[in-house]
């Protein structure tokens, strides 16, 4: 089959076409014809050797993949081939504490599809059963490609983490991104005032065609000043994957007594917090990584009803991989950047 492989970390250039062998499903594992797999910032992380360092290499990278069931291996229903599936970015070992009470993003042997085990840029993959979840009918394979990783990112921060409530102020950071982009609607699907940021007017014009309430640029020096300004004394609640150089702003920005959550640091790790506004402000700060998955059943019922969906800024080829990363980093694309697989 054909796939992109990571032969070496480092730059987008180490990302190649090659041939592999197509896999085979073992016991209550599926094979998925690939149709459509968006990129994330994971799995630049991942190609820089900033995530999973000591991963094996070669490597194929790949977690959020479209496509229809081509093969089932031992246990699985052969009714199953031929379904139009998009797949659970999650793997777990479904048998722990964790896996059994729905928190299985808390699962010891928690791993992430195409960040520790190969995922979809490639013509195949195989995957659990329990990973299958059906293709919303309205969507392209382009656009439901878009869906997993950042929604259940969004929507346990959004809904599980922050519990956003009608009438509040939800700060957005990086309305732009994948995940961004979800959190707002989320936001707004459970009637907050979303405040969007982003760092240039074209993405903040693009938040508002979203549902964001009003806008800030971060870029401008004093941004926190004008979010506590719109919301009358900082947002109640903050939706942050910034990182480092935005942090002791995105403190500021928020309200007393307000929460923070965080999946992620974009612009780097190692920050300065301002104990004295945590504490003496009463300030919540919630870490979040992935949701349940499932969570992913509750996001598409909302995708299929039209009341969320996926933003999709630029479609590739699978051979135009490397491109497709540069863009990212470039933070050219508002939304997902998609390749499509050839069929
Ligand atoms: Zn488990």
Known sequence: ??????????????????????????????RVRVRAVALNHLDVWVRKGVASPRLPLPHVLG?????????????????????????????SCGHCEACLSGRDNLC??????GEHVWGGYAEYLTVPRA??????????????????????????????????????WLLVMAAGSGVGSAALQIGKLFGARVLAAAGS???????????????????EPGWHRKVREITGGGAQAVADHTGADYWQDVIKATANGGRIAIV???????????????????????????GSKSR???????????????????????????????????RAVFGKAVLRVAS
């Open 1 to 30: 089959m054909k796939a992109v492989v990571m032969a070496e970390r480092g730059g987008p250039e180490v990302l190649r076409p090659a041939e592999l062998p197509t896999p085979e499903p073992g016991p209550c594992e599926v």
């Open 63 to 91: 977690s959020d993949v479209s496509g229809v069931v081509d093969a089932v291996g031992p246990g699985v229903e052969p009714e199953l081939v031929g379904r139009e599936v998009v797949l659970n970015p999650g793997l």
């Open 108 to 113: 010891s042997q928690y791993k992430i599809l």
């Open 131 to 168: 990973n299958l979840l059906p293709k919303p009918a309205n969507l392209t394979f382009e656009e439901a490609a878009a869906v997993p990783l950042v929604f259940l990112t969004a929507w346990q921060m959004v809904a599980d983490k922050l519990q956003v409530r009608p009438g509040e």
């Open 201 to 219: 007017e074209e993405k903040l014009a693009r938040a508002r065609e979203l549902g964001a309430d009003a806008t800030v640029n971060y870029r």
């Open 264 to 290: 992620g640091a974009s612009s780097g790790y190692e920050a300065v917090t301002p104990l004295a506004h945590v504490f003496y402000r009463q300030i919540a700060v919630l870490g979040s990584t992935m």
């Open 296 to 330: 992913l059943f509750e996001v598409l019922r909302h995708v299929e009803a039209g009341r969320l969906a996926p933003v999709v800024g630029r479609v590739l080829s699978l051979e135009e991989a490397a491109r497709g990363h540069e863009l990212l980093e470039e």
